[in-house]
């Protein structure tokens, strides 16, 4: 499981030292692909298959999942980090999430978050104030 709060620094090559508390999880490979909110979606290579599998599973006649499908496959991007932990992240992914120097790399369960650490901190403060909402329709019954 991948928990906390990590801010890293892009270098002028495009890589990101992963948070050294990811690095075993993610040493056998990783995928990185556009996630929701403008931020990558980082997941291990296992985690990543069996998603692609379950898209798989969906019906073709299914609009939504040949449109999701598409997206989350023709933007992901695979490698195994190096031995300093390092991932390059290509400048059409940069692009998409806004990435400058200063990053935000979230543990976000299943999967990790790449951040540009400017639209991570305004996307805190949108969303704080839901944030207490939003717990009894995503945990039936709450905490």
Known sequence: MFLG??????DDKGRLIL????????AGGVVITKGQERCLY?????????IAEQL????????????????????????VPDKQGRVT???????YAAL???????????RVEIWDR?????????SED??????EGVLPGGL
């Open 130 to 135: 839901e944030f207490a909402d939003i717990e």
């Open 118 to 126: 400017a639209a991570w901190e305004s996307y805190l403060a949108e």
């Open 89 to 95: 992240i290509p400048a059409h992914l940069r692009g």
């Open 42 to 50: 980082v997941f291990p290579m296992p985690a990543f298959q069996r």
């Open 56 to 79: 798989r599973a969906q019906p073709m006649t299914s609009k939504a999942a040949r449109a999701y499908s598409r997206v989350f496959f023709a933007s992901a991007h695979d490698e």
């Open 19 to 26: 948070p050294a508390k990811f690095r075993d999880e993610l």
């Open 100 to 110: 400058d120097r200063d990053l935000v790399v979230i543990g976000a369960s299943t």
């Open 5 to 10: 709060t990590h801010t890293p620094r892009l």
